[in-house]
């Protein structure tokens, strides 16, 4: 099955696409086919049938945005080993107002069987930490840049939701409503250190306009 890619950077031993929303990174049991790694998986062996792809870190279906993998075993390690060290911002528009300018989100977060994070009191829970700065705000939403410094699952979305600031369009974690149909997080800026080249690349893409249609007309 082929799928046009938005390819943001490739070289030989990595590639960056932008993954659109409402589609799975890695296959789950009920999804194996629509994929953003069989589609990249496909791209690259119609280029050389012994071409392979390695999974590196994976964003949630409903988040678009900068998703990496890598082409050798080597490379994934390295990428993998040293992902916390990279830099990590998102994007998200939020219900109703944050009142500190920015601040650091600290929280213990557990799963559920059915795939349902969850924050504890107590340190039984996976350390997640998430620095967050306002950009726009209207009195009805505010826009916040995130910078992920652990990976958890569905980290952002609790933490906020905890806050009392649910992302918008985020109905498993509490918002109800869905003014742009989607959504509102992206992973917009990908920032590490190139695991053969041992340079700094930095990776950016724009928010959606319909983030920005949000604020500027005012809906839902």
């Keep these: 099955m082929e799928k046009k890619l938005n390819i943001l950077y490739e070289d030989k031993f990595i590639i960056i696409v932008d993954k659109p929303y409402n589609l799975l990174t890695i296959a789950t049991a009920k999804e ?9 998986s496909d791209y690259l ?20 945005g900068i998703v ?4 050798d075993k080597d490379t994934k390690i390295f990428l993998q080993n040293n992902w916390n ?13 944050v009142d500190k300018s920015q601040g650091v989100l600290r929280s213990y977060l557990k799963e559920t069987k059915t795939n349902f994070t969850y924050s504890v009191k107590n340190k039984s829970g996976k350390l997640a930490i998430t620095e967050y700065e306002k950009i726009l705000e209207n009195g009805k939403y505010t826009m916040l840049s995130l910078n992920l410094l652990t990976g958890r699952k569905n980290q952002i979305r609790v933490q906020l939701s905890d806050m ?35 340079q700094k690349i930095v990776i950016d893409i724009d928010i959606p306009n319909s983030f920005i ?5 005012g809906i839902g």
């Design 32 to 40: 194996r086919q629509r994929t953003l790694y069989r589609y990249v």
């Design 45 to 64: 062996k119609k280029k050389n049938k012994n071409n392979k792809v390695f999974i590196v870190h994976r964003l949630d279906r409903d988040t678009s």
């Design 68 to 71: 990496m993998f890598a082409k």
């Design 85 to 97: 060290n990279f830099r990590k911002n998102y994007v998200a528009i939020v219900e109703g107002t």
């Design 164 to 198: 009392g600031n649910p992302i918008v369009g985020d109905k498993k974690y509490g918002n109800r409503k869905d003014p742009i149909r989607r959504l509102a997080l992206v992973a917009n800026t990908l920032e590490f250190i190139h695991p053969k080249k041992k």
């Design 213 to 217: 249609y949000l604020f500027n007309r």
